[in-house]
């Protein structure tokens, strides 16, 4: 299974909004309300930061959203600040019941 | 909050076994609609989803990896372990036990360790 398509590198300067787009296809992202976003500091555990596309874990701040549109989910960030500088992870479930993340994009703060 | 934590040797070499374990603390095994996983990142590249376990014994892998992987549980011990065979310096990475919750209604990773790093190195 290929890895689902994230751009490598955004960047945004603090106050701005940034959007991390997650395209696969019809098999995964399409095809289930199953698409999660994870921020991730190397050495660290991954974020838990957005499930079955737009719903906010507790303690994440409203300043992420998702939402999906065909095979292309996607992350905002609003009013971007120096903490959310990490690298951000989508996952999906597969019409194989096998699970399958993005390649990955590194969020940087200007 | 399901814990996680991750043991096993940080130096392995080329055609052997890596076999890492995954403790749990703070929830069961047993507990129905989580899948135990494990996920690794190679350095400098992203996450891949090696495969995981229900709690009623069920297996899925990559198909990339299906040949080479095991996962196994051990509900008395409340842990979980990999095994990747006939490894490779490709398989050198931080390898990560995840917990999937997945439900009708909902599937995501819901709690991560924070990885240990195999080196497959002669």
């Known amino acids: 299974q290929s890895a689902l398509t994230q751009p490598a590198s955004v960047s945004g300067s603090p106050g701005q909004s940034i959007t991390i787009s997650c395209t696969g296809t019809s098999s995964d992202v399409g095809g289930y309300n199953y698409v999660s976003w994870y921020q991730h500091h190397p050495g660290k555990a991954p974020k838990l930061m957005i499930y079955?596309?737009?719903n906010r874990p507790s303690g994440i701040s409203n300043r992420f959203s998702g939402s999906k549109s065909g095979n292309t989910a996607s992350l905002t960030i609003s009013g971007l600040q120096a903490e959310d500088e990490a690298d951000y992870y989508c996952s999906s479930y597969t019409s194989s019941s096998t699970m399958i993340f993005g390649g990955g994009t590194k969020l940087t703060v200007l | 909050q399901v814990q996680l934590q991750e043991s096993g040797p940080g130096l392995v070499k080329p055609s052997e076994t890596l076999s890492l374990t995954c403790t749990v603390s703070g929830g069961s095994v047993s507990s129905v609609s989580y899948y135990w996983s494990w996920i690794r990142q190679p350095p400098g590249k992203g996450l891949e989803w090696l495969g995981y376990?229900?709690?009623?014994?069920?297996?899925n892998y990559n198909p990339s990896l299906k040949s080479r992987v095991t996962i196994s549980v051990d509900t008395s011990k409340n842990h979980f372990s990999l095994k990747l065979r006939s490894v490779t310096a490709a398989d050198t990475a931080v390898y990560h036990c995840?917990?999937?919750?997945?439900?009708?209604?909902?599937?995501?990773?819901?709690?991560w360790g924070q990885g240990t790093l195999v080196t497959v190195s002669s």
């Open positions: 376990i229900s709690y009623s014994g069920t297996t």
């Open positions: 995840a917990t999937l919750y997945c439900s009708r209604t909902s599937c995501y990773w819901a709690s």
């Open positions: 079955d596309v737009a």
